[in-house]
C-alpha cells in the first residue's frame, strides 16, 4: 500500500499534502514560516486534531529562525494557536513548546540551540502517537468481542477523517478500523461524508481505498437509514476535545449519529489520545465551536449555489452528550461508562 505523507519536515521546510485536494490531486503546500503554517491550519491544507497539534511544533520550529526571544516564542505559540479553536491538541503540543522553551531558556539565558531540541520533540511525539494509537486499537478489539458477543468480521461505521492523515501515525477511530481489518475482522466499513471538504468520503474513503478494506460512503442525512437497515456493529469517532465529564466535540454531525446510534442500540465510540483531553473544563458547554466561513456552505468548489442573499450558518464541530458515548478509548485504556469519575481515574 503507497500512503501519501501529510507532513513531512525536509530542508527547513515543513511540506505539507494540501488535503482539500485529496485523493483527486495530490498537490504539496510548503510552510517557510510561522505565517505560513498558521494559514496551512486555518485553510485545512492540514486538518484533523492530533495532525494540527504537530503542525503548531513545527510551526514553532519554524518561529525559532526568525527569532530566539522567548517572548517572541511564546506570542508565536499563542498566534498559532488562534488558527483554530476547537481542537484542544494545539493548546496542548503548543503549551508542552513554551513550557520547554522557558525551561531552556531559565538554564541556557537564551534560545539559541533550541531549535535542534524542538525539531527532536516534534518528530517523537509523532512516534509516540503511534504507539499510543496501537494501544487503543488492541483495546478496541477486546471490547468489541465483549459487546457483540463475537470476533468478526464486523460492519463498522466511522465519520469525518480520524486516520494517518488526521494524524500522522495510525489514525486514532479510523486506526482502530484498519488495525482490525489487519486482523481480518473487518467485513464493511461505512464512512460518513462530513464538511467542509467532504472529509469522509474523499479523505476516508482515500485510506480505506489504500487498505483494501470493503467500504461505501454516506451523507449525513443516512444516519437513521443506515443504523436501522444495516447491522452496524459498532461505531467509532475520533475527538476534538474531551472535557471532565465525557462530554465530546468532534466534527459537525457527530452529536447527530450518536443520538440515533443510541435510538437504534449501535454502540458509539470516540477514540483519542490524552492530548485530546481538556479536564480544565467540566462540561461541553464551555468548548468554543469553531465557525466557519459562510462560503464553504453557499458555494461549492467556488460557485455560488446558494441565492445572493443567503447567508449560512457553518459550525465545523457539534459536542456529543457524555450519555450518547459507549466508551471512549484512550492510550491508557478504556474509559467506561463515561462520566467524571472514570474519566479522570483512566487519565491517572
Ligand atoms: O475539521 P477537521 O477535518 O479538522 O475535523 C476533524 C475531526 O473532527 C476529527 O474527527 C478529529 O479531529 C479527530 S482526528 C483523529
Same mark, same amino acid.
Given at each position: 500500500m503507497q500512503k501519501v505523507t501529510p507532513l513531512e519536515w525536509k530542508d527547513e521546510c515543513l511540506y505539507l499534502i494540501d488535503q482539500r485536494k485529496l485523493p483527486m490531486e495530490e498537490i504539496i503546500v510548503i510552510a517557510k514560516n510561522v505565517e505560513d503554517t498558521f494559514n496551512a491550519i486555518k485553510d485545512m491544507v492540514v486538518r484533523g486534531a492530533p495532525l494540527i497539534g504537530f503542525t503548531g511544533i513545527w510551526g514553532l520550529v519554524l518561529a525559532l529562525n526568525e527569532s530566539t526571544s522567548l517572548d517572541d516564542f511564546k506570542a508565536s505559540a499563542s498566534y498559532l494557536n488562534?488558527?483554530?479553536?476547537?481542537?484542544v491538541n494545539l493548546e496542548f503540543e503548543l503549551k508542552v513548546c513554551v513550557e520547554m522553551a522557558t525551561k531552556y531558556c531559565a538554564e541556557n539565558g537564551t534560545l539559541e540551540g533550541f531549535k535542534t531540541l524542538l525539531e527532536a520533540h516534534a518528530i517523537n511525539e509523532m512516534k509516540v502517537l503511534h504507539d499510543k494509537n496501537l494501544a487503543m486499537a488492541k483495546r478496541a478489539e477486546q471490547e468489541l468481542k465483549e459487546v457483540t458477543?463475537?470476533? +468478526?468480521p464486523y460492519t463498522l461505521m466511522t465519520i469525518c477523517n480520524t486516520g494517518y492523515l488526521a494524524?500522522?501515525?495510525?489514525?486514532t477511530a479510523l486506526g482502530i478500523i484498519t488495525y482490525l481489518h489487519s486482523k481480518g475482522k473487518v467485513k464493511h466499513v461505512y464512512a460518513s461524508e462530513t464538511r467542509p471538504y467532504m472529509q469522509g468520503v474523499r479523505l476516508t474513503a482515500y485510506e480505506l481505498s489504500k487498505s483494501g478494506i470493503s467500504h461505501e460512503v454516506t451523507v449525513e442525512g443516512a444516519f437513521s437509514y443506515l443504523l436501522k437497515e444495516k447491522n452496524v456493529d459498532a461505531i467509532f469517532a475520533g475527538a476534538d476535545r474531551i472535557v471532565a465529564n465525557g462530554d465530546t466535540a468532534n466534527k459537525i454531525g457527530t452529536s447527530s449519529l450518536s443520538i440515533v446510534a443510541n435510538h437504534y442500540n449501535v454502540p458509539f465510540y470516540i477514540a483519542a489520545p490524552?492530548?485530546?483531553?481538556?479536564?480544565?473544563?467540566?462540561? +461541553?458547554?464551555e468548548i468554543p465551536i469553531e465557525m466557519r466561513p459562510e462560503e464553504e456552505i453557499l458555494e461549492f468548489k467556488g460557485i455560488r449555489v446558494a441565492p445572493a442573499d443567503s447567508r449560512a450558518l457553518n459550525p465545523s464541530f457539534d459536542v456529543t452528550d457524555h450519555k450518547m458515548i459507549e466508551g471512549i478509548f484512550c492510550e491508557n485504556g478504556l474509559i467506561k461508562p463515561v462520566d467524571k469519575e472514570n474519566v479522570l481515574k483512566v487519565l491517572g
Open positions: 488562534s488558527a483554530r479553536p476547537t481542537a458477543g463475537h470476533e +468478526g494524524c500522522g501515525p495510525q489514525g490524552i492530548s485530546s483531553f481538556d479536564i480544565n473544563m467540566e462540561t +461541553g458547554s
